[in-house]
């Protein structure tokens, strides 16, 4: 059955910038924009900013470096890993990077210039980091829907505690790790074809203070698995990510997990206690752009006449990748740029760009093109790079 709807949307908000979803992508996006003196507003439908990286208690700030002592990922990327432990670090705190300029202590295998933050304290930290550029929040704001006039993004609809409202808008930057901007404009996305394991990482006290506790299989793409990982994994079940139904049976036994994982350490400690599950569904993967390039795990140490800064891969030390301008724009919706983890990569590639680090750098990179045009296609790269590399973005190897 289906119910056609009648619908009178007010348009109740204009904007130059609109960022949808407020993970690390949709804040850098964000910061990105206002500074570059545009009108920014950042939708995100919970009440909290940083995703995964906080709501998602995933505190793991992975690295801005090589694994052999040479810093890759600048600007933004690295202002947020600083801001995340501002008030002190939870672990990992990166003294040889932080505070010191020996570069000798930086080349050990554990000396990465990766962290572990508070969840919270990045999370308000970084709301009121927005707040200074006066980037409009809005809470508790779901994007629904665009609507489009020829091939761009005329108004966003966005439903919340007021009810159904439309957002009047230059162009739009879809950071909500899920490509949800880029299918309601149709644009062409893929899916992850392996799908999610279950994860259920959480927070917990016991005797020795405060921990998180990583719990569920990191799973790796296909072209790294061994046989050995195939045969462990072949009877797990795995999760797309984006099916309503799916993602609330995924949430109840993420939350059965964490029970059973907490029963079971009680036994052994009777002090330990859950303080903190995650409010939002540990994905990792879901969909992605399918975008004007393709970025692959093999094009390591390759440059890019488009590159908007680079990353390393969090997983081993040496590679580091410059990233396309053209895994984060489409043709089909030209005032759209994409950020975090839902650019136009290979399956084996998402595995390193879906992390956080790599998510700040796409995050600023489509903040200024946001603010610099509606038209992603016709943008002068050379003028992005520009000012990318004004906020400190180094775009290439060769540069480092
Ligand atoms: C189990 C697990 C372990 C991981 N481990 C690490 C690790 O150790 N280190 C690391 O760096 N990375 C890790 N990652 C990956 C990393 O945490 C995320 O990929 C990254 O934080 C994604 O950032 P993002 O901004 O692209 O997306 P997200 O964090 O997903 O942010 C998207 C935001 O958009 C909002 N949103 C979505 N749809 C809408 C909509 N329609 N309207 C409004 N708002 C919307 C969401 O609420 C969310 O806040 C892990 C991920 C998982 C699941």
Known sequence: MVIRETLQTPVTYECDVLVCGGGIAGV??????????????????????????TAGLITYYLPLCDGYGKQVS??????????????????????????????????????????????????????????QESVRILYGTYAVGVSTKGDKIHTVMIENKTGRQAIAVKSVVDATGDCDIAV????PTALFQQGNLLAS????????????HSLGYADMPENRKTDADRERTKHFERFSGVDGEE????????????????????????????????????????????????????????????SVGMVSDWRERGPVYEVPFGTMVTKTVKNLVVAG??????DSMWDIMRVIPCCAVTGEAA??????????????????????????????????
């Open 201 to 212: 990482w959480y927070y917990a006290l016991d005797k020795n203070g405060y921990d998180l």
């Open 247 to 306: 993602i609330s049976e995924m949430m109840q036994k993420a939350h059965r997990l964490m029970l059973d994982d907490w029963l079971k350490k009680r036994e052994k400690d009777a002090t330990v206690i859950p303080t903190t599950i995650s409010s939002i569904p540990q994905l990792r993967m879901t969909r992605k752009l399918v975008g004007e390039y393709c970025q692959d795990d093999t094009e390591m140490h390759q440059e890019y006449a488009d």
């Open 184 to 187: 309601f404009a149709g644009a």
């Open 367 to 400: 903040g200024v093109a946001a603010a610099m045009t509606d038209d992603m296609i016709a943008l002068d790269v050379t003028a992005l790079q520009a000012k990318l590399v004004k906020n400190g973005v180094v775009l290439h190897e060769r540069d480092l």
């Open 28 to 53: 850098s996006a964000a910061l990105a924009a206002a500074r570059q003196g545009k009108s920014v507003m950042l939708l995100e439908k919970q009440h909290i900013l940083g995703g995964l990286g």
């Open 74 to 131: 600048f600007g933004i990327a690295e202002e947020l890993l600083r801001l995340s432990i501002q008030m002190g670090a939870e672990a990992r705190y990166p003294a040889n990077w932080l505070d010191s300029d020996d570069p000798a202590g930086r080349t050990e295998h554990d000396a990465r210039y990766e962290t572990r933050y508070n969840p919270y304290i990045f999370a308000v930290l970084m709301e009121q980091l927005l707040k």
């Open 341 to 346: 983890r839902c650019t136009s990569v290979t």
